[in-house]
C-alpha cells in the first residue's frame, strides 16, 4: 500500500504549499508537497492550540467521496469528529 500510495503522490507534486500558515522551523526540509487532488481517512487522538493534529495515522483514500473546495489554510480540513475543528 505504501508503495501504491507513494507512486500516486509523485504524479501529483507541487512546488510549493496550498496552505497560508508556516510551518515550525525546521519542519519545511521535511516536507513533499502534492496538489489537492486526493481525499484521505486519517484518524488523529486530538489537536494542538495552533490547529495541528497529533498522532495521526492514514487509513485510507477515499475515492467514493469527491474532494471538497479548498480554502486557505486549515479552515477547509474535513473532519468526521464533531467540533475538533472550527
Not at 500500500?1 to 522551523?25: H, Q
Not at 502534492?34 to 484518524?43: I, M, P, W
Amino acid at each position: 500500500m505504501a508503495v501504491e500510495l507513494r507512486s500516486l503522490l509523485d504524479t501529483i507534486k507541487s512546488p510549493r504549499p496550498a496552505l497560508s500558515r508556516r510551518l515550525p522551523p525546521g519542519m519545511a526540509k521535511l516536507v513533499k508537497w502534492v496538489e489537492r487532488k486526493l481525499l484521505a481517512k486519517v484518524n488523529y487522538r486530538g489537536s494542538t492550540a495552533d490547529r495541528l493534529l497529533r498522532h495521526v495515522s492514514f487509513q485510507r483514500l477515499r475515492a467514493s467521496k469527491k474532494t471538497p473546495a479548498m480554502g486557505p489554510g486549515l479552515r477547509s480540513f474535513v473532519h468526521s469528529k464533531a467540533g475538533a475543528f472550527p
